[in-house]
């Protein structure tokens, strides 16, 4: 089976996941007042996700491959990666931090 099938299926999971990410981060956004910058580097990290990066992951692919260079593909993916990596550890360390609001 080709690896390609499956694409498709996990960038549309990864766009909702981001969307629902992005939606709850917005919600703790607009009750905390902006305060946790924890959250608003959250926001970023689902706006570049569902905006972004699943768009050129998908379209370029697939209607324009002068623009999809393997290595322009890996950035984009390793980038997403790094900036929901450090989303989630910046939310996880953020109570250990003794910061009370």
Sequence with gaps: MDPRVLLLPLRIGQFILALIVFCLSCYVVDK???WISEENFMVFAGLWTFLLAVPYLTLC????PDAA???ALLAVDAGTMIFWFAGFIA?????????RW
Excluded: I, S
């Excluded at 692919?61 to 324009?64: D, G, M, V």
């Excluded at 939310?91 to 910061?99: I, K, W």
């Design 69 to 71: 260079h393997k290595y």
């Design 91 to 99: 939310l996880g360390a953020y109570p250990a931090a003794g910061v």
């Design 32 to 34: 905390t007042d902006g």
């Design 61 to 64: 692919t697939k209607f324009f």
